[in-house]
Antibody
Framework: QVQLVESGGDLVKPGGSLKLSCAASGFTFSDYYMSWIRQPPGRGLEWVSYISTTGTTVYYADSVKGRFTISRDNAKNSLYLQMNSLRAEDSAVYYC??????????????WGQGIPVTVSS | EIVLTQSPGTLSLSPGERATLSCRTSQSVSSSYLAWYQQKPGQAPRLLIYGASSRATGIPDRFSGSESGTHFTLTISRLEPEDFAVYYCQQYGTSPTWTFGQGTKVEVK
């Protein structure tokens, strides 16, 4: 069965860095576009970043552009999010999610369980 | 940037009742790019409806989606105890971006 397992969340000081990982299994990872989506405590969902199957095309929300970098390693069935210059408003549960369509640019049919990131001094 | 506005913010209903949730888009969007998710406390969102009206795998037929122009609706025909949750609409738009509504909480009356 499809599984997405995030790791790497932590408490970090403002201005600090963190790298999230998402280990995928149960499907051919290299065939699917992937995304990171976050949810601040008690609030709604916010799309963060998106990556094509080969990693050559990436997109970011304006709120993280220039600070976050999405990447993937298809040989390791893994998705990553490098987060730099972290701010308090980046505190959230971060989910990795699979795009439902192999052509990309649609909806998210599988989600990880989420990993909390807290940015605080 | 397209904005999705969900209403009501909270819906208080009893098991067995019908739930009607609304999602309005600030601009016309293709129905192909509109989805609904369910989220229970402490859990990840689950895809319910995609393409405005197609049920995702394993979703019971009491869940249905429809559209009328910029107005999209999620209907739960008869609420089961496990349906009390928060529901989000989401659209894929140009730029590209993926936008979520602010959510509707369906709670037990």
């Amino acid at each position: 069965q499809v599984q997405l397992v995030e790791s790497g969340g932590d408490l970090v000081k403002p201005g600090g860095s963190l790298k999230l990982s998402c280990a995928a299994s149960g499907f051919t990872f290299s065939d699917y576009y992937m995304s990171w989506i976050r949810q601040p405590p008690g609030r709604g969902l916010e799309w963060v970043s998106y990556i094509s199957t080969t990693g050559t095309t990436v997109y970011y929300a304006d709120s993280v552009k220039g600070r976050f970098t999405i990447s993937r390693d298809n040989a390791k069935n893994s998705l990553y999010l490098q987060m730099n210059s972290l701010r308090a408003e980046d505190s959230a549960v971060y989910y990795c999610a699979r795009d439902k369509s192999r052509d990309g640019y649609s909806h998210f049919d599988y989600w990880g369980q989420g990993i909390p990131v807290t940015v605080s001094s | 940037e397209i904005v999705l506005t969900q209403s009501p913010g909270t819906l208080s209903l009893s098991p067995g009742e019908r739930a009607t949730l609304s999602c309005r888009t600030s601009q016309s969007v293709s129905s192909s790019y509109l989805a609904w998710y369910q989220q229970k406390p402490g859990q990840a969102p689950r895809l319910l409806i995609y393409g405005a009206s197609s049920r995702a795998t394993g979703i019971p037929d009491r869940f249905s989606g429809s559209e009328s122009g910029t107005h999209f609706t999620l209907t739960i025909s008869r609420l089961e105890p496990e349906d009390f949750a928060v529901y989000y609409c989401q659209q894929y738009g140009t730029s590209p971006t993926w936008t979520f509504g602010q959510g509707t909480k369906v709670e037990v009356k």
